[in-house]
C-alpha cells in the first residue's frame, strides 16, 4: 500500500466511532488470518484482540412476535456468535409455535439467554 492509500484509510479510520474502529481493526486481522499471515502482525496493540463491542439497546415493542424479538436481540447482541445459541434459541421458538408457550414468556427467556452470552463474551468465555 503506497503512502496516498495508507493515509487516506487512516483519515477515514479516524472519523469512525470507537466502535467501528474496532470492527474495522477485526475484519483486517480476519483478512489477514485468511491469507496465512495471522500472527505476523508485530504491533502488539494491534495484534490484542478488539474490546467487546457494547449492546446497541433496542426497546421491546409492545405486543412484539418471538421471530420479531429473535431480530432485534440479533440486532441488539449483533457480537455474538449466533450459532452458538441456535439450539436453544430455536427450543424456545418451538415452545411458542408448537407448543403455545406465551410469546412473552418466551421472549423474556431469549431476553435472559442472549444477556447470558454477552456476558460470557466479556468475561472471554465465550
Keep these: 500500500m503506497d503512502r496516498e492509500q495508507q493515509h487516506r484509510l487512516l483519515h477515514i479510520i479516524e472519523k469512525l466511532s470507537p466502535h ?3 470492527a474495522v481493526a477485526s475484519f483486517a486481522e480476519f483478512l489477514l488470518s485468511r491469507t496465512g499471515g495471522a500472527g ?3 504491533d502488539p496493540v494491534a495484534a490484542a484482540p478488539a474490546p467487546v463491542p457494547d449492546v446497541e439497546p433496542i426497546p421491546r415493542p ?3 412476535k418471538v421471530v420479531a424479538a429473535v ?3 440479533s440486532r441488539t447482541y449483533f457480537m455474538l456468535d449466533k450459532k452458538k445459541m441456535l439450539g436453544v434459541t430455536s427450543d424456545l421458538v418451538t415452545q411458542h409455535v408448537i407448543q403455545g408457550r406465551e410469546a412473552s414468556e418466551v421472549i ?3 431476553e435472559r439467554i442472549f444477556d447470558e452470552h454477552y456476558r ?3 468475561q472471554g468465555e465465550d
Design 20 to 22: 467501528d474502529q474496532a
Design 40 to 42: 505476523t502482525v508485530s
Design 62 to 64: 409492545e405486543n412484539e
Design 71 to 73: 431480530k432485534r436481540l
Design 108 to 110: 423474556d427467556d431469549l
Design 120 to 122: 460470557r463474551l466479556l
